[in-house]
């Protein structure tokens, strides 16, 4: 007679941390973290009181002394209007700033319409045959009716417990699903997606004019007013802070000016470098996150049909005035027309896999 025992092997890690490893630990301690969103907050708390300091002090240094300085050949008028020039940068990447940190790109169960709790185990056990949920009820999440006749289809988010449509992936620092996620960005502190790309982009292009010509110009600054009398050692950040608030060799200003070349160029090339990307990234009809994990995905739009996608109509526009109240997207983030799967890059990706198996048994 056969008996059948069930054996239960507990696979999770020891609670006595005694018997972990010092790598072990920081691992744990990490992923602890991690999972809890303290770095993104802590990250997003810095980056916003670096930014609050940064945009004042860079404003109030160029309009009382470097323009004043470097351009006292030049008539009162052309002073006048590179101030007004420098002030509308600050404004519009202020702005824009504002629109990436406010605008709501996350994917929510509305309460009007909230999608069935049974709809988990119906995902994971479909049945033979139809049978609805609710025989009252169409089922569809939050209104919308799934379609994917050639399209994308829709997926199921077990963290969140709900059924997502195409592009929308969860991110686990922001703890929900982003509608058409593209990354998460920790300077800005919140994820891009659909309802916020544009004004990252924008953000990202107008960091990049402000911190390049920014660092120029203070860079010429100090060269002639600074720079012969110095010894080297007043640009290295640290000796420069001290410099400043304690020993007193640097004055304020100056020593402002070398803390805002430095930053200048940092955001100058972080700015360049998100700009360029996402451009290419848009032209394609792509997110970064589809390039990175290699979601199967193609647009047969055109280069501008992409563009209109994230920034609307008269999308050059965007980047002098934030247009969404004129010119507004025209997907809605749950449907994307013209963007298909790619069955040839599936194709494409299990003949690699099935090579690289190949390769090693062969070794």
Not at 33 to 61: M, N, W, Y
Not at 190 to 215: E, P, S
Not at 282 to 293: D, R, V
Not at 327 to 338: P, R
Request: charged residues 20%; hydrophobic residues 40%.
């Amino acid at each position: 007679m056969a008996v059948s025992r069930a054996v239960t092997i507990n696979l999770e890690e020891p609670d006595d941390e005694s018997k972990l490893t010092l790598m072990e630990k920081w691992r744990k301690h990490v992923e602890k973290k991690r999972k809890e969103g303290h770095d993104a907050k802590v990250g997003i708390c810095v980056v916003t009181s670096l930014l609050a300091f940064q945009i004042p002090s860079q404003l109030i240094i160029f309009l009382y002394y470097i323009i004043p300085t470097l351009f006292i050949e030049y008539s009162p008028w052309v002073q006048y209007y590179l101030k007004v020039f420098i002030v509308f940068c600050c404004l519009e990447f202020c702005a824009n700033y504002l629109c990436v940190r406010l605008y709501d790109t996350m994917y929510r169960t509305t309460r009007d319409n909230p999608q069935p709790k049974e709809i988990h185990e119906r995902w994971r056990n479909p049945p033979e045959k139809f049978v609805p949920l609710h025989p009252n009820r169409n089922g569809t999440p939050n209104g919308h009716v799934e379609d994917n006749h050639g399209g994308l289809p829709w997926t199921y988010c077990d963290v969140c417990e709900l059924k997502i449509p195409p592009r929308t992936h969860h991110c686990y620092f922001c703890k929900a699903c982003i509608l058409k996620r593209d990354h998460h960005c920790f300077m800005v502190g919140t994820c891009i997606g659909h309802k916020n790309q544009r004004y990252f982009v924008v953000m990202a292009f107008w960091t990049m004019v402000c911190g390049l010509f920014g660092g120029v110009f203070t860079f010429v600054y100090i060269k002639h007013l600074h720079w012969p009398f110095a010894p080297w050692t007043d640009f290295f950040l640290p000796l420069t802070i001290y410099r400043t608030l304690w020993h007193g060799s640097i004055p304020l200003h100056i020593g402002l000016m070398i803390y805002h070349l430095h930053m200048e160029f940092l955001f100058g090339a972080l700015g360049t470098f998100y700009f360029i990307s996402q451009m290419l990234i848009i032209s394609q009809g792509k997110t970064l996150y589809e390039l990175t994990k290699e979601v199967p995905v193609k647009s047969s739009n055109s280069v501008n049909s992409n563009y209109v996608s994230v920034f609307g109509n008269f999308w050059g526009l965007n980047f002098i005035f934030p247009m969404q109240i004129l010119f507004q997207q025209k997907d809605d983030g749950v449907k994307w027309e013209g963007v298909k799967l790619d069955h040839n890059a599936n194709c494409e990706k299990q003949v690699k896999y099935s090579d690289k198996r190949s390769s090693i048994k062969t070794v």
